[in-house]
């Protein structure tokens, strides 16, 4: 069975500091892996989807990369802003699954 | 354009009753997913429809359980006897087809409460 884990499960740090946030998963069969975030009282907003077959995709002062073999993926945020705070959810998607599999997500807060 | 809404945002119940939560895809999206979010973990999914047919049902945790889908647009998830151990956030994702290169866009969730 698919396991997603994700470290740190929280984190507080200053604005404008660089981060990141780690997810690693047990079975290298992905078909893809997502990075969402998710803001009190309100749904899931994707960030970025890297597909099993990339390497890292960008979006801003977002850098997601992927290593499938060791089953490891980071999140990279730059230059951290206030508006960042949220909590980060990392989740796979896995052969003969029509789901997705979450980790619990990292908190994230970042002070002004 | 319009998202994923769910109705109602928050529901709170007695033990034993009976729920049910209805979920809006976005207009033209074939694919519906629920999932359900106990406090401080990560969605867990329950169950996918393809069209009008759930195509996957494994998620769902017992038989008090059930989801339909008659037109393949709006979605009602159907809890029957709820038990305190139901209590949750309950979230419908949907996308324009399924598929490793789709991304699924969520609702911003019903918080079911049972008392």
């Known amino acids: 069975k698919q396991e997603v884990t994700q470290i740190p499960a929280a984190l507080s740090v200053p604005e404008g500091e660089n981060l990141v946030l780690n997810c690693s998963f047990t079975?290298?069969?992905?078909?893809?892996l997502q990075w969402f975030r998710q803001d009190p009282g309100k749904g899931l907003t994707s960030l970025l989807l890297?597909?099993?077959?990339?390497r890292e995709q960008t979006s801003g002062r977002l850098n997601a990369s992927l290593d499938k073999s060791s089953g490891r993926s980071t999140l990279y945020i730059a230059a951290s802003q206030p508006g960042d705070s949220a909590t980060y959810l990392c989740?796979?998607?896995?052969?003969?699954?029509?789901?997705?599999?979450f980790g619990k997500g990292t908190h994230l807060i970042i002070q002004p | 354009g319009a998202g994923v809404s769910q109705t109602p945002s928050n529901k709170v119940t007695e033990k034993g009753k009976y729920v049910e939560l209805r979920c809006d895809p976005i207009?033209?999206?074939?694919?519906l997913y629920w999932y359900r979010q106990s406090l401080g973990q990560g969605p867990e999914f329950l169950i996918y429809?393809?069209?009008?047919?759930?195509?996957?049902d494994s998620g769902l945790p017992n038989d008090r359980f059930f989801a339909v889908r008659p037109e393949g647009s709006v979605s009602t998830l159907k809890i029957q006897r709820t038990e305190r151990g139901d209590s949750a956030v309950y979230l419908c994702?949907?996308?324009?087809?399924?598929?490793?290169?789709?991304?699924?866009?969520f609702g911003p969730g019903t918080r079911l409460t049972v008392l």
């Open positions: 079975d290298s069969a992905i078909y893809n």
């Open positions: 890297i597909q099993s077959s990339q």
């Open positions: 429809f393809q069209g009008t047919g759930a195509a996957d």
């Open positions: 994702a949907s996308s324009l087809l399924a598929g490793e290169f789709v991304t699924q866009y």
């Open positions: 989740a796979v998607k896995v052969g003969g699954a029509d789901g997705l599999t």
């Open positions: 207009s033209g999206h074939t694919a």
